[in-house]
């Protein structure tokens, strides 16, 4: 049975304090601040003015350097705040309200007298009913402000000027009471009832001071403002002001329980503060090694709650895949992923739904127009695909190479391995390291040309894979690329063997005289890097003079050939072996640095301009079979390279007619409205019906739900390791997060922005959360037997503000719903503008940041 623990079930506000340690400072009494808690439960319906003096005493500090509180002051406070909810009376009750002199020597009156209206049409509002008007994106401050302005312990307190007893100005960590101060006046301003609406530049002005991020006016996140305030106040109100060294123990040998009230005392002994007293709780989390199940506990404080929301959106991505062999056919497929799945996963999807190898055999890649336009990262999240994106998936008979990461990101348009702007998103390098690939990979177009000189491309981009031991074959190059072009012709591209000597080999030969095949050049971006798998070609689609790959190969052979002859030639002038040796090792090692160098140094752009005057010069040393010179040792030709490479393309050029014969008149003519291939299988005939029930899935998501997701335990990723204390190195763990000890203002951020590497989203879903009797009674750890605890000391919360955020991730505009705690009545705060409206109005899809009150045991109105 599980049994509530004296100290966790006390309540925080307890009347009178244990006496501290001696290395703690003396704790002062909070006796006036549970009156004034506790007391915000009842409805105010007094009639009669009450009317208390402000405290005019200074600010007293006790030896252990723990400010003392005045009693009078705390007491008449209190007495103000307890009178307004225990004096009852069944009459309506008429609009409560403050009025200060604006000092703490002035007098403190909650309701006004008649005629009492603020100018700007104030005077019909209750107090606290004020907008904030807009300074220029700062509708995230004014909603945050509004929901804390509704807080009405914390305002009460702000309006009573008890804060301006407890600054601590020498705060190392605070801003010298300076976001206090502008807090203080600008709630003072807020709930003074003499305008409708004001503006709140003086508080800009100060957090800007102190954090310059929100300088400016750039649109934020609201809860990041609401982080910032809460723990600026906190630090210009923290009452330690001598913070004392404390060593936490060993926790190893200690319960739960003894391990949470140590690590709250070390806590509360250098944090007290009404922020700590309203708005702090604790967690429990427990980190598990996976290796040696070694556990790790801690206790930590939280401000506010941040939950994710258990809405895994899926899409549904549609695909041609097109496998290796000719024989299959292109398959248009379709797979229902999760949004944060990795391009790098949804391979391993499309392999198991297709029966290949490995996910490392596909290369998943964005085509445009019939042109590959993009090789996605592996990375990226498949949420990065757009809905009218065309997505190819190629299988490949070996691992598909992949970029070695950069040392800094590079920008080239167009290119997989570097930056790609398009729509907004960004592709960005792959992190992935390298991986050794033995074959190539090389995009093919097929062009039509005509008799008068015109080329167009059709079709769409296809593959080549072929072994790198064959990159210098140009005649096995022919029949690996006639095959991958045979999968879409009308007509058979090979023939049998017109020799002996081919028939015995038993295969058939491509037609001759079909297409030309072209070579693309490498592409590199500035940084030098290559592009393994290039998608940059736009600029060379039209081009006359791309080299032909047999030319090239044909020319390589020559000088492979002629510089076997030169070695030869020169080891036969010697008279000795040894200097036969000696020699021909100066000329290969000379011929190899020259080779080396004219290789590195070689440019696409130089080659094409050597080619367009003569790739070969047919009246040189080695057409004239003369000897080399030492002067022409000094000049050689350029090393002969494969005849295809990495980072190359193949365009196929097709006489006009014969490209008709073989694919079809349409096929050839489609153009740029509607390329690509035409014979596609449609194996997943009921696409339109899954994309139409896809979203229907999901069921209501509750605020139950999203509290039942963050205690799950979660493995920890790869780049998230922890260092085990018993296996000595960083570990993969499992984590769980507990709520152990909840404050008196919970504050619930709803996760609904999710961030990757390239790419940001937020969930739109509406979440369902109750506006009253939010019971967490049976969440919490502390507590043993739930069941058991009476209602009026259960964790119960009652919803008061909520904190909208309407649009996307690019902008968008943040409102505030809250109920104010004078009149109970809730009001929609849009910037400067304000209206009433129903409670239910609370409830909407823009929800981002709740704010709940815990409710206390009625005080007893007999006073």
């Known amino acids: 049975m599980r049994t509530t623990e004296n100290n966790d079930n006390q309540d925080p506000l307890e009347t009178s304090s244990p006496s501290p340690p001696p290395d703690q400072p003396k704790i002062a009494s909070t006796s006036s601040l549970k009156d004034v808690f506790d007391s915000t439960t009842d409805q105010e319906t007094t009639t009669a003015p009450v009317v208390v003096p402000a405290s005019t005493s200074a600010d007293e500090h006790n030896d252990s350097g723990h400010r003392s509180s005045d009693s009078s002051s705390i007491s008449s406070a209190s007495s103000l705040f307890a009178s307004s909810h225990n004096q009852t009376n069944t009459a309506t ?121 929100f300088t400016g006016f750039m649109q934020h996140d609201s809860q990041e403002l609401l982080a910032f305030l809460l723990d600026g106040l906190h630090e210009d109100l923290n009452r330690i002001l001598s913070k004392p060294y404390r060593e936490l123990p060993d926790f190893d040998n200690m319960s739960d329980q003894e391990i949470a009230q140590e690590s709250w005392s070390y806590h509360k002994a250098r944090n007290d503060s009404i922020i700590v007293d309203l708005f702090q709780g604790q967690f429990k989390s427990r980190l598990t090694c996976n290796t040696c199940e070694k556990v790790s506990t801690t206790f930590d404080p939280f401000m506010y709650l941040s939950l994710p929301l258990p809405i895994h959106k899926k899409k549904r991505i549609k695909f041609m895949y097109v496998p290796y062999h000719p024989s299959s056919r292109t398959q248009q497929l379709s797979l229902e992923v999760a949004n944060k799945m990795t391009i790098d996963q949804f391979r391993d999807k499309v392999a198991e739904k297709t029966n290949s190898k490995i996910g490392g055999c596909l290369l998943v890649a964005e085509v445009f127009n019939g042109k590959l336009y993009k090789v996605l990262d592996l990375d990226d999240a498949v949420d990065t695909i757009g809905d009218s994106d065309e997505i190819h998936v190629y299988q490949f008979p070996g691992i598909v190479p992949t970029p070695a990461p950069s040392s800094y990101n590079s920008y080239s348009v167009g290119f997989g391995s570097s930056y790609t702007l398009r729509s907004g998103r960004i592709a960005s390098p792959s992190s992935n390291k390298k991986r050794e ?137 010697k008279s000795t072996e040894d200097d036969v040796s000696d020699t021909t090792e100066d000329v290969v090692n000379d011929v190899r640095r020259s080779w080396d160098k004219r290789q590195h140094g070689r440019k696409s752009d130089k080659m094409m301009a050597r080619r367009g005057s003569g790739s ?248």
């Not at 600054?167 to 960590?173: A, F, V, Y």
């Open 93 to 213: 009750p008429a609009s409560p309200s403050f009025s200060t002199n604006g000092s703490s020597g002035g007098e403190l009156t909650l309701y006004n007298s008649s005629g009492n209206g603020g100018s700007n049409g104030a005077a019909n509002k209750p107090k606290g009913v004020c907008g904030l008007t807009n300074l220029g994106n700062t509708c995230y401050m004014n909603s945050a402000l509004q929901c804390l302005s509704n807080t009405p312990q914390l305002s009460k307190y702000f309006l009573a000027g008890k804060y301006k007893e407890e600054l601590n100005r020498d705060n190392p960590l605070g801003m010298k009471g300076h976001v206090a101060e502008a807090y203080g006046k600008l709630i003072e301003t807020l709930w003074s009832g003499k305008s409708s609406s004001t503006a709140p530049r003086e508080f800009k002005h100060t957090i800007s001071d102190f954090n310059h991020s």
């Open 616 to 863: 070969f010069n047919r009246g040189s040393r080695y057409r004239s079979g003369s000897t080399s010179s030492s002067s022409d040792r000094d000049e050689p030709e350029p090393a002969p390279k494969a005849d295809i490479v990495q980072g190359e393309g193949l365009i196929l050029d097709w006489p006009v007619e014969k490209a008709e014969q073989v694919f079809g008149y349409d096929t050839v003519h489609a153009g740029t409205s509607n390329p690509g291939w035409k014979d596609v299988d449609m194996l997943d005939e009921d696409i339109d019906q899954q994309e139409n029930t896809a979203g229907k899935k999901n069921k209501n998501v509750t605020l139950a739900d999203c509290l039942t997701e963050f205690t799950k335990e979660e493995l920890l990723s790869e780049e998230d390791l922890w260092y085990c204390p018993r296996c000595k190195e960083h570990k993969r763990a499992s984590k769980k997060f507990d709520l152990w000890r909840l404050p008196e203002i919970l504050v619930v951020h709803l996760k609904r922005f999710t961030h990757t590497r390239s790419w940001r989203d937020k969930i739109d879903d509406f979440i369902d959360f109750p506006l009253k009797e939010l019971d967490l009674t049976d969440r919490v750890l502390s507590v043993k037997n739930p069941d058991d605890i009476p209602k009026d000391e259960r964790y119960i919360y009652d919803l008061y503000g909520v904190d909208n955020h309407f649009g996307g991730m690019g902008g968008g505009h943040y409102t505030a719903c809250a109920q104010n705690w004078m009149d109970e009545k809730w009001y929609n705060f849009d910037d400067s503008h304000v209206t009433e409206v129903d409670e239910g109005n609370a409830k909407s899809r823009a929800a981002y940041l709740l704010f709940y009150k815990r409710r206390r045991q009625t005080p007893s109105p007999s006073l």
């Open 437 to 573: 690939s033995s074959m190539l990979v090389v995009p093919i177009y097929c062009r039509a040309v005509s008799e008068d000189g015109k080329r167009n491309l059709f079709g769409g981009p296809l593959m080549l894979s072929l072994p790198k031991a064959l990159a210098d074959k140009a005649d096995r190059i022919r029949r690996l690329v006639t095959h991958q072009v045979e999968r879409h012709a009308a007509v058979k591209l090979f023939e049998e063997a017109p020799t002996d000597a081919q028939a015995k080999q038993s295969q058939l030969q491509p037609l001759p005289d079909l297409f030309k095949m072209k070579i693309i050049p490498e592409e590199r971006s500035y940084t030098g890097d290559s592009n393994i798998i290039p998608t940059g070609f736009s600029t060379w689609f039209g081009r006359e003079d791309l080299e032909d790959l047999e030319e090239r190969a044909a020319k390589n052979q020559r000088l492979r050939e002629e510089e076997a002859n030169r070695l030869a030639a020169a080891a036969a002038n």
